[in-house]
T-cell receptor, first 111, second 109 residues
Framework: DTAVSQTPKYLVTQMGNDKSIKCEQN?????MYWYKQDSKKFLKIMFS???????INETVPNRFSPKSPDKAHLNLHINSLELGDSAVYFC??????????FGPGTRLLVL | RKEVEQDPGPFNVPEGATVAFNCTYS??????FFWYRQDCRKEPKLLMS???SGNEDGRFTAQLNRASQYISLLIRDSKLSDSATYLC??????????FGAGTRLTVKP
């Protein structure tokens, strides 16, 4: 029973390509998030959606576009990938005021 | 100033040692506090919530000082399996979680 799942687990691509990462949660949570963990292991929030509505949009290049088709899904599309986008991207979900559950992460490498 | 600051580490301790991690946060309106644990190449997982009165879970004790905006985690009788990165996490009223940079702990035989 996977609570928060992400696909793909690994993503290797060339600069300039467009790619998407998918996230699904089966916990019935109303809020979902995208976090980026860089090479220094620092976890930084990117976006937050509550009931399909964008709540948090940190200073992220507009090449990154989240989409939430329903409460259980939050996808991340990245246009024109750059070397600096290489990182681990974690999806998470929560139900206020509880803590977060994280997905297993998507390791993105841009060559 | 970072929103959540932690001891940079790394901490290298022998089995059986007691080790303490500290964390400070900048937003006085923060509402909830947690310690997460992250193993190498894995996702962060909740270790314990932190309550104002302090709380204990086995060998782990968490403390919160709202006046000083300070959180701590104490691990007693360290085990090899405690080796991981410990993340201090602060939740704001926007339901977002802000993470510290993490403190790496290595417990050696």
């Amino acid at each position: 029973d996977t609570a928060v799942s992400q696909t793909p687990k690994y993503l290797v691509t060339q600069m300039g390509n467009d790619k998407s990462i998918k996230c699904e949660q089966n916990l019935g949570h109303d809020t979902m998030y995208w976090y980026k963990q860089d090479s220094k292991k620092f976890l930084k929030i990117m976006f937050s959606y509550n009931n399909k509505e964008l709540i948090i949009n940190e200073t992220v290049p507009n090449r990154f576009s989240p989409k939430s088709p329903d409460k259980a899904h939050l996808n991340l599309h990245i246009n024109s990938l750059e070397l600096g986008d290489s990182a681990v991207y974690f999806c998470a979900s929560s139900h206020y005021p509880s803590f977060f559950y994280f997905g297993p992460g998507t390791r993105l490498l841009v060559l | 100033r970072k929103e959540v600051e932690q001891d940079p580490g790394p901490f290298n301790v022998p089995e059986g040692a007691t080790v303490a991690f500290n964390c400070t946060y900048s937003n006085s309106a923060s509402q909830s506090f947690f310690w997460y644990r992250q193993d190498c190449r894995k996702e962060p997982k909740l270790l314990m919530s932190v309550y104002s009165s302090g709380n204990e879970d086995g060998r782990f004790t968490a403390q919160l000082n709202r006046a000083s905006q300070y959180i701590s985690l104490l691990i007693r009788d360290s085990k090899l399996s405690d080796s991981a990165t410990y993340l201090c996490v602060v939740k704001g009223n926007n339901n977002d979680m802000r993470f510290g940079a993490g403190t790496r702990l290595t417990v050696k035989p």
